[in-house]
């Protein structure tokens, strides 16, 4: 069973950056776009962006100006960083492999934003 | 972008059969994958594209898509179909990718 694991600073202050990694564990990486989505408390999906390797990146109209999300293909990783943060970024962030066509989508990352 | 609209909430008695909707522009042009989320989980994927199925999920999920309107069937629901159902597509820019706003389903 294919797992996606994600790691990044769960609390942070208004106007930092957020920084989120993720890794899957079969070595399909290269075989498959990527996306982040998020979820605030008690509410919906939110999508973020996504990257394929021969595409490029496709970003959320509404986060375009603070998104970057970028492949290490040396360590096989996937990166979301969002900048100037604020409270209303706070969310549970997800790693999702093939979002529209295969999944699995990491276990989440609560990240509080909070003064 | 466009926009996927989902009824808030549905309901259905064990066993039965029911219908959760998703409609919106996108939906002419791209087919709707759909997530199933339960309480402090990750969403998993439990159809998409025509009437594909990922491994372990039971065929009693079925789609089907009429003009801007893609419909989630659930065929003798169980309690463990209880859950939030939230549709997915690309936007007809083929850029972007909209979330439905979800629909909790409840199995009484």
């Known amino acids: 069973q294919v797992q996606i694991q994600q790691w990044g600073a769960g609390l942070l202050k208004p106007s930092e950056t957020l920084s989120l990694t993720c890794v899957v564990s079969?070595?399909?990486?290269?075989?498959?776009?990527w996306s982040w989505i998020r979820q605030a408390p008690g509410k919906g999906l939110e999508w973020i962006g996504e990257?394929?390797?021969?595409?490029?990146?496709n970003y959320n109209p509404s986060l375009k100006s603070r998104v970057t999300i970028s492949l290490d293909t040396s360590k096989e990783q996937i990166s979301l960083r969002l900048t100037s943060v604020t409270a209303a970024d706070t969310a549970v962030y997800y790693c999702a492999r093939g979002l529209l066509t295969t999944g699995p989508w990491g276990q989440g990352t609560l990240v509080t934003v909070s003064s | 972008s466009s926009e996927l609209t989902q009824d808030p909430a549905v309901s259905v008695a064990l066993g039965q059969t029911v219908t959760i909707t998703c409609q919106g522009d996108?939906?002419?042009?791209?087919?709707a994958s759909w997530y199933q989320q339960k309480p402090r989980q990750a969403p998993v994927l439990v159809i998409y594209g025509e009437n594909n199925r990922p491994s372990g999920i039971p065929d009693r999920f079925s789609v089907s898509t009429s003009r801007d309107t893609a419909s989630l069937t659930i065929t003798g629901a169980q309690a463990d179909d209880e859950g939030d159902y939230y549709c997915t597509c690309r936007d007809r820019s083929d850029q972007l990718v909209v979330f439905g706003g979800g629909t909790r389903l409840t199995v009484l």
């Open positions: 996108s939906l002419k042009n791209y087919y």
């Open positions: 079969d070595g399909s990486f290269s075989a498959y776009s």
């Open positions: 990257i394929n390797h021969s595409v490029g990146t």
